[in-house]
């Protein structure tokens, strides 16, 4: 069906506004990601952890402007990006003939939320002993080359395992929406590489080596900061679809079920985690409930607008036993996560992207040569194998480049702030003073 040319303007008018709007939600994440940090850790590391969420999302920005944007998309290189526009982006709009309808620098904007989101996860695995300063080197690292180097590799058309690259050596390319692998995977492991580095805070571990208690200091602002991050996934995973005005698609269709499975998989980690939890220490953990959201919310990242609602829950269900699985493992292995940033977002991302090889539906499928879940019959179900081999590219690239980040910055003695300093906390030791102000004064008299 041939369009008008004002319909044609109109509908890309609208996608920019569209892919805005959800960048907006995406960035709204920044404050929940915050919120669940700060509840989480000790009143006396409150101003570190929330600075640190506010340096990497200011640095990452002009990092992924002059770098990051230019490295994950363009040109025809399988690695990683080479067109000189997209570093620096420099855009003449002013030109007569732009036609963009500004939707190329709504695309830099809605990017740079999801590199932001990779590098916040980052602080929740090193929280409360890691030196801001080597805080910030990392997401300069993370933010300029690791986390654009797997965005390349599977979101731009170039990409050596994207699903958009018709000559994708890996059979037709892997199926990661959102970035369960793409983001999530990635500062997960780098989380993980951290807390490896930087040891287990004082007194995490008895003597025996059994863990202690180190609850954070307010439930409230955690559940509050997961609130505020499951509404902003409307955004990340519905924003995924990057059109909906678009004249002839069935992107608007998309949409709605993404936020259909987004729900479903959401709810359903919630019960399974907090079920966990109950059975085994027979308490109604709020944290095992908002941790839940959160990785059901990571485990459909990668498959939302490929599977059915059904098959969401049951994602999402697996997805939050997942998560408290690798909760329980890292402590027994002795690595302190004090967000369990690893088992939310690393453990829960890779679950995502081989739960898309096993439920992916056909109709729904964009891997290059049709490849779909195994449990639905037909030809080419050999997804799940495309979708493994994604993950381990994943863990080899992100788990080198953050190891040797973490292990540099260790061996020039930045990475972890003094034994003094840890006890007293670094809010006193660092940033003038406690965050809140407890002290009680006394009434005036007449």
């Known amino acids: 069906m041939a369009y008008s040319a004002e319909s044609l303007t109109l509908a890309a008018k609208g996608d920019t506004f569209y892919l805005i709007w959800a960048a907006v939600l995406v960035f709204f994440m920044q404050c929940g990601f915050a919120m669940v940090e700060a509840g989480t850790v000790r009143a006396k590391n409150t101003k570190n952890i929330l600075i640190k969420n506010m340096l990497d999302a200011c640095i990452g920005a002009i990092i992924w402007f002059l770098v990051g944007f230019g490295v994950a998309y363009g040109g025809d290189n399988v690695f990683i990006g080479t067109s000189t526009d997209t570093y620096a982006l420099h855009i003449s709009d002013w030109r007569s003939t732009y036609a963009s309808e500004g939707y190329d620098w709504a695309s830099w904007f809605f990017q740079f939320t999801f590199a932001a989101t990779a590098a916040t996860i980052v602080s929740g695995g090193v929280a409360e002993r890691c030196a801001l300063f080597a805080y910030l080197v990392y997401s300069v690292v993370l933010t300029g080359f690791v986390y654009p180097v797997v965005v ?155 599977v059915d609602p059904w098959a969401a829950i049951v994602i999402g269900g697996l997805g939050g036993l997942i998560m408290q699985g690798f909760s329980k493992l890292l402590l027994k292995l002795k690595v302190d996560d004090p967000l369990d940033a690893f088992a939310v977002h690393g453990g829960c991302g890779a679950w995502g992207l081989i739960a898309v090889g096993i439920f992916c539906r056909p109709e729904y499928s964009y891997n290059g040569l049709g490849s779909h879940g195994f449990i639905y019959p037909g030809g080419k179900p050999d997804l799940l194998g495309v979708q493994i081999a994604a993950l381990a590219i994943i863990v080899a690239w992100v788990g080198t480049t953050s190891t040797l980040t973490f292990a540099g910055l260790r061996l020039l003695g930045l990475l972890r702030v003094p034994a003094d300093v840890e006890e007293v906390g670094m809010d006193v030791s660092k940033h003038g003073g406690d965050a809140y102000d407890l002290v009680t004064t006394k009434p005036l008299t007449a």
Not at 243 to 257: E, I, K, N
Not at 284 to 300: M, T
Request: charged share 10%; hydrophobic share 50%; net charge negative.
């Open 152 to 306: 390349h590799m599977i979101w731009d058309s170039a990409g050596l395992i994207s699903a958009f690259n018709s000559g994708s050596p890996l059979l037709g390319g892997v199926i990661d929406f959102a970035g369960s692998g793409v983001v999530h995977m990635t500062g997960g492991i780098a989380a993980l590489a951290g807390a490896a580095m930087l040891g287990p805070r004082i007194g995490r571990f008895d003597a025996e080596g059994k863990p202690t208690s180190m609850p954070g200091h307010s439930s409230v602002l955690q559940i509050l900061g997961v609130f505020i991050l499951w509404l902003g996934w409307y955004g990340f995973n519905g924003g995924s679809t990057l059109s909906v005005f678009a004249l002839d698609t069935a992107y608007s269709r998309d949409l709605a079920r993404v936020c259909v499975t987004t729900t479903l998989g959401a709810a359903s980690a919630a019960l399974t985690s907090i079920a966990l939890v109950h059975f085994t220490s027979h308490v109604w953990d709020v944290s095992a409930v908002g941790n839940g959201v959160l990785a059901g919310l990571v485990s459909i990242t990668a498959g939302c607008v490929v």
